[in-house]
């Protein structure tokens, strides 16, 4: 089985650099009977990788110990579903995981391309293969996870062997969000190679007006939308599994998912400047170069071991290979772009500096330097250990000092970009526009500060969210009240016609609107609590309004772990409101590495957060460390609230007899292919 | 009139969500008053300035294994001295003496570390130069060419435009 | 067993990949008709010029606009629509868009897939002949 593994992932190599070549080929002898040929190769090299993945995946369930992958990341005692997400425990196996994800998009944009834009097709493919043959390369040869155990024997033979039991899953890594986190993750880093491998083609090809941003308006969105989820997830499974309290702490693998996430906002933002107006064309290809460098770059960091993480797979020996791909990728494109600057010249000049264009051109400013900050916070030491020679960490103090500056100064223009119209905008309107949310956000910072708010930080962040939310519920409402006037229909009414309408705009807005609420939750950490006391049962603790009495201690055994529990009762007031379990469990297999259990008690203006650290050390009693984090809860609302805007602006348009031609006659095509079919 | 209706319906709705806010900000305001105890401010503080040593990179209040090897005797080193009464930076500083910087959680804002902490703010200048210098350059020429002569406007447009707006 | 099962793999990988090069027409024929065209460019971009153009309407009836802003720059995008109305005239776009489209696609697919391009399909409620290809009859509009 592993054997026919590997055979499948070296055929899956042969295929996607055949079709690298055969597409480059059919383009330049103009024969498109050979592009069509390199087509299928990427849908049968897909279907191979698919072949591997599942023969690794029946591996894994069937815990055939002498393939190294599965002896490493599971053992016999893992529930069925574990041992399957084992795939993604270890870096071989979530590289073929990788590997898959990007040969299905591979595969999705052939097959949804067939018959559309045949003239980039070619060089979409060629980028595509391209960018799979990379990674099968490094996934076969320097990081296979079908390689089997070998034992050297006293005489120096080697000799293969199969261990009784495996070592068992990263005990921290057997939750649900951990489990959908990474190839969610992946999902959104892949993605972005679908707009670049258009971006490239549409550069090669010289048709640089939006027809590779509308064709890829959909991926990008998709791809931003997962990685976002993807972050979230994280954050979500550092909170409940980690245990410290917190859900984002600036580690450099945290940071690089940030980085083309922040990249990719600034492209969603500006290619609609191209889109309606003809200009920053050259800004956005390098734009997508960007994120798509990115994405790689996270990898790089988590698979190279050059930065010390939790989260790294340890010292692998691929980083030098990502820095020659993405020095290679990063060459190339820059070459490209600058032989075609001339095609990629603005079509409209800019009527005014008081204009949408020119928020746009801010937003992405501030985008990008926040993804500097991250990057260049998270390549620091490496820099530092270069200069000076001295090792330096530089950890949460360092991006939060930094960050909230900057995430604040976007946070504003979140709520001033809208205002403006595009081209030009009026004074007379931007003082209306910004009249009532300027007086309520400043009614809003007289009462903080009467209320004994001293924080500065704090103050600017309420303030501003205020401000924000005014601008948008001001839009929906100006809107709406256009609407019903103009339809007559009811203000209900017309404010979901509003924004079924004009999806992207008013889709947008919830997402503006997401994005403020995450930020009421992130300053909610101003304000985090905590205690923690050595307890038996019988004893009380105190933090904020609650008290936290330990009714009993309990220790059991599960399947793969033993455990002990610690029951409290949290009293507010003087009234029962819960009992909380917090839980501590050692994993039999992982060499007795335990993790916490949080128990959390979650209401929309603070959550009770209480960890059973362990037996104290006399051995007699039990640490409980209780934290109080208000509005964490709006952390997780507004990341639902901002799926939801996003899912808006991706529903379907209503087709229309403005549509062109050339989708009309690849519809004809595939309706003529059919009946052909058949 | 029924604009009125719909427009008084549309304030209360705004001033009910303006009012949540500013009930949740006020009690967040409120509420830090009732921290307890300067010990466990300054001991959370020192816990944050300071790496834990073990190998998982991570501050002091953050490493969660139980009896780390390095977590478990710095904390109570700190919580000790500062029982003791010494002030947060000299404990910070015995640490940096005996594990060197990287014990630091954020670079020192002296000599080379100070780049850290300067670079993005640079770049962030020199990007709003950048933007405003490319805003500027952009808008000129449009100035210039005020209004060259419109071809007549096409009756088709008025028409297509009535159908477009039909469509979506 | 093992080595037969990967060369049954290659076998299957290599007729499903090497099929086109013998089986689909040479030359380019297929790139040049399924390609975007002037036409494609035109019509996207007045597509464009119009959503422009209500944008800037709601932008105006938002209050976001001065009305002599509105009128220059309303008078601009209509301009630029009435240019490349005139520039799809040029392509021979006759009076009725919908009809040109028809023919510009008959015209590609009776190249692409010769012999195809004629046929008709019987309505099953009325009985008029429709072109292949289109879901709906033009006499009665029953669904084909």
Known sequence: MSNLGTFCLLLALCLSLYGLFASLLGAALKQHRIVRSAERAAIASCASILLALVSLLYL???SDFSVEHVAQSTSRDLPLFYKLAALWGAHDGSMLLWVFVTAVFSGIVVFQNRFRYRDMMPY???VLMFNLSFFLILNIFLSNPFDELVQVLPGGTMQKFSPPDGRGLNPLLQYWAMVIHPPILYLGFIGFVVPFAFAIAALITRQLGDTWIRTTRRWTLVTWLFLGVGLIL????????????????WDPVENSSLMPWLAGTAFLHSVIVQERKGMLKVWNVLLIVITYLLGIFGTFITRSGIINSVHAFADSKLGVFFLYYMLLVLGASLYLIIDRLPYLKSERRLDSVLSRESAFLFNNLLLLVACFAVLWGTMFPVLSNWVEGTKITVGPPFFNNVGVPIGLMLLLLTGVGPLFAWRKTSVESLKKAFLWPVILALLLCVVLLAAGMRSFYVLVSFTLSMFVLVTIVQEFWKGTR?????TGENFALAMVNLTLKNKRRYGGYIVHLAVVLMFIGLTGNA???ETSQAMVPGDEMQIGRYTLKMTEYHEGEAANYQYGRATLEVYSGGKLIRTMQPEKRFYKASEGQSTTEVALYSKPLEDLYVVLAGPSNDGKRYEITAHVNPLVWWVWFGAAVMVAGTLITLLPDKRSSFANAQLTI???????MGVKAR | MNSHATDRRAHSALSGLGGGLLLLCFWAAAAPAATPGDISRAYKETCDRLVCQCGCNEQLSVCAMQNCSSATPMRAEIRERLQKGDPVDQIVDSFVARYGKKVLSAPTTTGFDLSAWIMPFVILCLGLVVVVWVAVRM??????????????VDPRVEEELKEFEKEI | MLIATCGLLVVIAGIYVLTPLFKEPGGNLEVELLAETELDRLLARKAMVYSNLKDLEFEYKMGRLSDGDFRRLEAGYKSEAAKLLQDLDRLGVAKDLDETIERDIAARKAKLFPGTAEKTRRCPSCGAESPLGKSYCADCGGKL
């Open chain 1, 124 to 126: 979409v493919v060629a």
């Open chain 1, 482 to 486: 256009v609407r019903v006037r103009k």
């Open chain 1, 60 to 62: 894994l369930a069937t």
């Open chain 1, 666 to 672: 690849a519809e004809a095509a595939e309706i003529e």
């Open chain 1, 527 to 529: 304000f985090n609590r």
């Open chain 2, 139 to 152: 808008a000129r020429p449009a100035a210039e060419a005020v209004q060259p002569e419109l071809p007549p």
């Open chain 1, 234 to 249: 994280g954050g979500k499974w550092a909170y409940v599994e980690l245990g410290w309290g917190g859900y984002w702490g």
